[in-house]
Structures are given as structure tokens and as C-alpha cells.
């Protein structure tokens, strides 16, 4: 699977890995779906646009994965998959998904945001990307 | 954590000597088999915490202390304005104001016995919990900035509670200093619909029995008798705390360089006091404490009225609502003469002693009281803060038993449906929209409450009152 959760005291790690940078920034914020609810159980009925830029790839991925919790708050959305470009620090994406229902996706938690915690964003020495950090929950 | 890099002062008290970049000791309150459960992280984080400019005297660790953000969660340090001190977003954390409050109800077991399944009916009824629950309010732009410097008072003035309510709260209810417009138009969106709402997470309502007094005459003061039923509430400032956390963390980090702080950890971002950016989060901050205080204050009106379906006409005084994760300006002595200092405690409580000139009338002769929160199926804790505990840690407490187990290995340990039965057939009703969330949050997944308490209370951090047992609990 290109993504994965990972231990942390009190909150989750999140990390995609894939091929390219984009690629591990989509993976990476299905992981974080799959902390709040199984991304299976989201259907892809709306589609909601992302853009933000920063001066390297780690902040842009905290700025990432922070500006889906605030449209998740906001528009009481859940994603489940993502359509990402990144160009020179610059993200377009779209974030698939439908509005919340609980009873359908029985939300476990709440994401407060992103953090530094084990921030990452780099290639492995067999080429592919990771993305990762803690989120607090 | 390995005990060979500490130093034992004594009994309850372990000291990592300063080295590297430490400007100060740092200092753990806990005991051999505590340490040996806490995460190696706790000694690396408060170390890190030592390096800050301004630190006065020791960055300290609580006993329930865990890894978190920056500081460990637990940790109180206090900084000095004079001396360059800082402000850190990382040391209030994400959850501004999240804390503790307690209310009596003047029912006995023998009365709710009967009546439990229904009471906990009515109460998940009336409490908004979990992902995605919205409460009744709405709140516009002038009521936003309203709430935002009033807090608890300002619920109070909407008819979420009664005056005397504002007594028994941190601050009587409203943190002065607050900077409505210093919070992001982000952070308002965020909480325009969350007013009166419990989250997520380790947060819960809980209704519990007193079950053991530990100190008659501060439980008389406290109104605690066995078998008494009292209600406690542990939530914060929900979206718009998150939010703000979320921005001055990132602008702290991306700016500490230029007012040449090396910051050992991004996570440990911060500002110097007296700078543009220090303010303006003290400002943004504050106007998060008083949105806990006021989201406290609503759940707590929603609490009676809930109660109220089944026990018409009750007088449910607050026992007291405390704080964590905040950065407060307290005058503590240092070397026997008085400054001013701005404490940060991040998962740790308040824990002011008999006399303290900030205490209501009824708590001044005996000090504050210290709500420590269980898990579900394990006890709480009232305590109260001692004279000891200015000398210990700036006047601080634990606030938890702290996770021992994340909660990946707990939604893998346990399943939530089988956790609620256990639980029930215990006598502990549990109600949650969410059987993962239960399970992330299984008793066992934390540390051993009761330990914790015991060495704050042989610490001299705070006094042991009384034992609480959950009864119901709504899980957010």
C-alpha cells in the first residue's frame, strides 16, 4: 500500500510513498482520511480544489495536510482520493470526497492538525517519495 | 527513559544537569518505575525546553508526562520578559485551554442508580460529541468577538449558566488581554458552528461517584462527600484553538531565526515576549482560552438541562473548571523576591496553594482545586493545590494518567464494541458514535492513574481529596 500510518505516543503518524512527490502528497492525505475514517467507505461525489505554495516541500506538505483539515472542518467534508501537481513548491490539487455522515463513515477522531513531528519529505535511495508527519488528534 | 542520565534530588524528584545548549536544569517529578515507563522523549523534549532564552530556574515534568509537541506534554516552564523569556505556540500546543471542569449535582448513587440508562440517553441527546457535530449556536462576527474577550462571562450573559458559576472557574471565567482580532478569520470560520461542542478524541462527559475521600475537611470545603454524584466535563477550544495553534506554530518556527533563537526542535517555536509576533499570539491565545472557558460554560448549561429531563428542579453548582495547555502571567517569588513570570503549562494544571490571592473566598484557605481526568473506566481525581507546590513547579500538577499505548496499538488491541460490553457489565455505561474511538481510547491504553496522583501527591505538587469512578461516560 503507498501509504501507512506509524506510531507516536498520544497522535498517528501519516506517510505516503509513491513515485513521485505528488504522488506521496496524495498518498500521504489518504492516509490521514484513513485516521479519521475508512477511505473505502467515502465516496467521491464532490470535488474540492487545493492550492497553496511555500518556500520548501516540507512546509508546503504541512500546509497540505492543514489546509484539507480546514476545509474537512469547515465544509463537514471526508476525501478519499486526490489529484496533486506539484510545480517549484507550488500545489494544485483536487480533493475527492462527499460531506460527513456519520452514520456512514462513523468518524473515530477528530484531526487537529499537522505538526513538525517527524516532519519528512525526501526520495529514498531506490527513487521513491516519502511524505510524511505527526498529526494531532 | 534510561535513570542513568538523571541525578535523584529526592524521593519524587530527578534532575537532568544541565548540558549542551541547557540554560537550565531540568527536573522530572516521578519515581523509578514512572521514569521507566516514560517515553525517552520526555528526556530529550525537556531538555530541548531548558535551551529557551529567558527560562527561570528548571523546565520541569510532571509525573504523567508524555511525548508531544516541542515540550512534552506535562511540562511546565516558566520565562522571565526582563531576561529576553519567550513565548512558544508549541508550549500551549494545539488544544488551547483544553481542561477539566466539575459539577455537583446533589444526587447519591441510591438516586441514579435506577435511572442511569435514561440519564445517559438524555445527556447524549443534549451533548454534541464527535466528528462533525455541530452545536445550536451560530455564532456571527460581533458574538464571535464577543465570546472571543468575554469567555464564560459572555455565555453567562447569553443564559448559558448562572452568575455564581463564574466564582468557581480559572480567571472567574474570562481571561483578560484577550485579542479577538488577532485570531485569523480562519480560526473564526472554524468555531463559528463548534460553540458547545465536545470533540473528539480523549475527550468525554463523564457522570461519576465520589468513591473515596482522601482529606475530609478540603472535601468538606470542596462539597465532596462518598457516594455524592458529580458530573465532569474535559474538552477546550475545539476548531478555533486548533487553528490558531496551527498558524503561530508555523509563522514561530519560520521566524525564529530572526530574532536568533536556535530552535533544537521546529515544534518548540516561539517568539521573544516583548516582540510583534509574541504579543500578537498572546492576544490570539488568550482569545482561545476564553473560547474554552465559554464552550465549558455552554456544555455545562446543556448538562442541566439534560439532567434536568430526569431530575427536575436540582441546584447543580460548579465544583471548579480548570485549564491545561495555556500560557499564563503569574507573580512567583524567585530567590525570595516576587516577578512576574509566563508560565506555560502544557498538559499540566494549576495548582495554587491555601491563600492565594487569585482563589475564590471558599477555596482561599485550603487552595485550588486540581481536576485530574480518568479514562472511561478508570478513576479521576480531585486534588488541591498545595503550599509546597510554589517551591516544586511554579505552582503546577499533573493533569492525567498520559497515554502508555498509541492509538494505533489500542484500535489493534481492542475492539470498541467489546471494550463497551466489558464496561457495562462493570456498571460503566458507555455511549459513543464511534466504536474505533472507543477502542483508541481503552482504559489500558493509558498509564495507571492512580500512580500518577500518588506521586504528585507525595511530590508535594497537590493534595489527594477524593477518588472518582465513572458511571457514564459520553464519548467525544
Avoid at chain 2, 465536545?198 to 461517584?209: F, I, K, P, T
Avoid at chain 2, 477502542?439 to 491504553?445: C, D, R, T, Y
Wanted: glycine share 10%.
Amino acid at each position: 500500500m503507498p501509504w501507512e500510518h506509524f506510531e507516536h505516543a498520544a497522535d498517528i503518524g501519516i506517510r505516503g510513498i509513491d513515485a513521485t512527490l505528488s504522488q506521496a502528497f496524495a498518498q500521504a492525505a489518504i492516509a490521514m482520511t484513513a485516521v479519521i475514517t475508512d477511505p473505502g467507505r467515502v465516496a467521491a461525489t464532490h470535488s474540492f480544489a487545493i492550492h497553496c505554495s511555500a518556500e520548501d516541500n516540507e512546509i508546503l506538505f504541512l500546509d497540505w495536510i492543514n489546509e484539507l483539515v480546514y476545509a474537512m472542518a469547515v465544509h463537514k467534508l471526508l476525501f478519499n482520493h486526490y489529484q496533486v501537481d506539484i510545480i517549484e513548491n507550488r500545489l494544485s490539487a483536487v480533493a475527492f470526497g462527499e460531506p460527513l455522515d456519520r452514520q456512514k463513515h462513523q468518524p473515530a477522531v477528530e484531526i487537529k492538525g499537522a505538526t513538525f513531528t517527524e516532519l519528512f519529505v525526501g526520495q529514498r535511495p531506490d527513487g521513491l517519495w516519502i511524505a510524511q508527519c505527526i498529526v494531532d488528534v | 527513559m534510561d535513570l542513568n542520565q538523571l541525578t535523584q534530588r529526592d524521593e519524587t524528584c530527578w534532575e537532568i544537569p544541565p548540558h549542551g545548549k541547557m540554560r537550565v536544569p531540568a527536573v522530572i517529578y516521578a519515581d523509578a518505575p514512572l521514569l521507566q515507563d516514560m517515553d525517552q522523549k520526555v528526556f530529550e523534549q525537556l531538555s530541548n525546553v531548558a535551551t529557551l532564552p529567558g527560562i527561570v530556574e528548571a523546565a520541569y515534568a510532571m509525573p504523567d508526562a508524555h511525548w508531544g509537541y516541542g515540550f512534552p506534554i506535562g511540562g511546565v516552564a516558566a520565562f522571565d520578559p526582563e531576561q529576553g523569556g519567550v513565548i512558544s505556540a508549541g508550549g500551549v500546543g494545539f488544544d488551547i485551554s483544553c481542561g477539566v471542569r466539575t459539577i455537583h449535582t446533589g444526587l447519591t448513587i441510591a438516586d441514579i442508580q435506577p435511572q442511569k440508562p435514561q440519564l445517559a440517553e438524555a445527556l447524549f441527546r443534549y451533548i454534541p460529541a464527535g466528528l462533525g457535530s455541530t452545536g445550536r449556536l451560530h455564532l456571527n462576527h460581533h458574538d464571535m468577538h464577543a465570546m472571543l474577550h468575554g469567555g464564560a462571562q459572555w455565555a453567562v450573559e447569553q443564559g448559558f449558566g448562572v452568575a455564581e458559576d463564574l466564582e468557581r472557574i480559572e480567571e472567574h471565567g474570562r481571561m483578560a488581554g484577550a485579542e479577538a482580532r488577532n485570531v485569523s478569520a480562519r480560526a473564526k470560520e472554524r468555531q463559528k458552528d463548534e460553540m458547545g461542542t465536545l470533540g473528539s478524541g480523549n475527550h468525554y462527559l463523564e457522570v461519576q461517584r465520589v468513591a473515596e475521600i482522601f482529606a475530609p475537611e478540603i472535601a468538606d470545603v470542596f462539597g465532596l462527600k462518598t457516594d455524592a454524584i458529580v458530573i465532569s466535563t474535559h474538552c477546550g477550544s475545539r476548531g478555533l484553538g486548533h487553528q490558531i495553534g496551527t498558524e503561530f506554530l508555523k509563522q514561530m518556527a519560520l521566524t525564529a531565526p530572526r530574532y536568533n533563537i536556535s530552535l533544537p526542535d521546529r515544534e518548540l517555536a516561539c517568539a521573544p515576549l516583548d516582540s510583534p509576533l509574541g504579543k500578537e499570539y498572546l492576544g490570539a491565545m488568550r482569545a482561545g482560552i476564553n473560547c474554552a472557558l465559554a464552550n465549558r460554560q455552554i456544555l455545562t448549561h446543556l448538562t442541566r438541562q439534560a439532567v434536568a429531563t430526569i431530575f427536575p428542579d436540582l441546584n447543580m453548582p460548579l465544583l471548579y473548571d480548570v485549564s491545561h495547555n495555556t500560557c499564563k502571567l503569574e507573580r512567583h517569588t524567585i530567590n525570595g523576591q516576587a516577578k512576574d513570570l509566563f508560565i506555560h503549562r502544557k498538559g499540566a494544571t494549576r495548582a495554587f496553594g491555601p491563600g492565594h490571592p487569585s482563589l475564590p473566598e471558599v477555596f482561599r484557605q485550603v487552595g485550588q482545586p486540581v481536576l485530574i481526568g480518568g479514562s472511561m473506566g478508570t478513576s479521576s481525581y480531585i486534588l488541591c493545590g498545595s503550599a509546597a507546590s510554589e517551591q516544586r513547579a511554579f505552582s503546577s500538577a499533573c493533569h492525567g494518567a498520559g497515554r502508555a499505548m498509541s492509538r494505533h496499538q489500542a484500535s489493534k488491541h481492542w475492539q470498541g464494541k467489546t471494550l463497551v460490553e466489558q464496561l457495562a457489565s462493570q456498571g460503566i455505561i458507555i455511549r459513543s458514535r464511534s466504536m474505533r474511538g472507543v477502542a483508541e481510547e481503552a482504559p489500558k491504553a493509558y498509564k495507571d492513574v492512580g500512580a500518577v496522583v500518588d506521586l504528585a501527591d507525595r511530590a508535594g505538587l497537590a493534595r489527594k481529596v477524593a477518588r472518582l469512578e465513572p458511571l457514564i461516560c459520553i464519548k467525544g
